[in-house]
């Protein structure tokens, strides 16, 4: 198998939060898409001793002012050459407008040269039918919406932006059309689709045509029964990478690359499954689903293996199960880069 990279040089601004231990945003993000080739500069929105889903953390927020300071201290010294800007979680309403301000100046040095930068904003808010950030988030997240070029919300999220109650895939479509229509968002993938008892989780996409329609794949793989943190931006960080490998490789004429349209849209013959979209959505789920399957079977094992030994944690056992299963679902990187180098395709998207 070759090591040649899989994307052309690129330069990506991963504007997420950061833990010391495990694999969540930044964390997560920066070493997938280092892992792949690309160069990542990474603006940490928080900076914790681990992700919260461990119900204790310790460690600080960035503030507005900090981000649009360290941002202007990149633009002092040069170096907001990005072809990428990927934003995950910030922790604050300001927080989100300052990186919509960065997005706006990004966009704004490459208006001359079309493709040539790509947003995209993963709208961390909640899950499960919860928010897990302030209400104002929501509005400053809808005002920018038009300015992305995709957007990665998950089930519970692409229900607070369309406004559409999500009950079944004729309620997602007509939420994703919504959202294409009224803010003209060029791409959107809802990451985790889930209906009833289910034991497949389902991923929808969709890339409009110029008229606003859109063109819907989907991809079905199992459901893993596992607490896992950090999937969706692992997903993220892939789909910067199998997209931007997917445009740079695809012409629309003999004289044009897709890499020089204007967000990637691809022509309006091109139907939903032979999007660049759904093509990098296909190599995405697969170097996850491996991934997160040999996770599942070594935190078991680990898990086994602390009960029959001693440990020398402290307090409750309740609390220390809880602190036990949570480290053993930490996403297994470092040991499985061949699955995110050379993914086996088994899931394929299928047109809705």
């Known amino acids: 198998m070759s090591s040649d990279p899989p994307v052309p040089e690129t330069r990506v601004l991963a504007i997420a939060s950061h833990v010391v231990y495990g694999y969540v945003g930044n964390t997560m993000a920066a070493f997938v898409m280092q892992v792949l080739g690309c160069e990542v500069a990474a603006l940490n929105t928080v900076q914790f001793s681990n992700h919260t889903g461990y119900k204790q953390f310790r460690g600080t927020r960035t503030s507005a002012d900090e981000i ?158 596992y607490f896992f943190s950090g999937t969706g931006d692992m997903f993220a960080a892939l789909i910067v990478v199998r997209l931007r490998e997917a445009v740079s490789s695809t012409k629309i004429s003999d004289t044009e690359e897709l890499s020089s349209v204007t967000s990637w849209i691809s022509p309006d013959d091109v139907d939903a499954l032979h999007l660049p979209l759904a093509k990098a959505a296909e190599k995405v789920l697969a170097s996850m689903h491996t991934i997160l399957e040999k996770t599942k079977e070594t935190g078991d094992r680990a898990l086994a293996d602390q009960t029959s030994g001693a440990s020398d944690m402290e307090g409750s056992s309740e609390n220390l199960l809880y602190l036990r299963q949570t480290k053993a679902a930490e996403v297994r990187l470092v040991r499985n880069l061949d699955d995110l180098r050379h993914p086996v395709v088994n899931y394929k998207a299928e047109a809705l």
């Open 68 to 225: 649009r300071d360290i941002y202007d201290g990149l633009k002092r010294s040069y170096l907001t050459d990005f072809d990428v800007m990927l934003s995950g979680y910030a922790p604050s309403a300001d927080a989100v407008e300052a990186i919509g301000s960065i997005a706006r100046d990004l966009r704004f040095k490459s208006s001359l040269k079309p493709g040539s930068f790509f947003w995209v904003l993963d709208p961390v808010m909640g899950d499960q039918g919860k928010l897990y950030v302030n209400e104002n988030v929501v509005p400053v997240y809808k005002k920018l919406l038009r300015e992305a070029d995709l957007i990665l919300p998950n089930q519970f999220e692409a229900e607070v932006l369309s406004g559409v109650k999500i009950t079944s895939l004729s309620t997602l479509k007509e939420a994703i059309t919504k959202l294409h229509q009224e803010h003209r968002i060029p791409h959107i993938i809802v990451t985790s689709v889930s209906f009833g008892e289910s034991k497949e989780l389902c991923v929808v996409g969709s890339t409009r045509r110029t008229d606003g329609t859109p063109r819907f794949f989907c991809i079905n793989v199992p459901y893993i029964d």
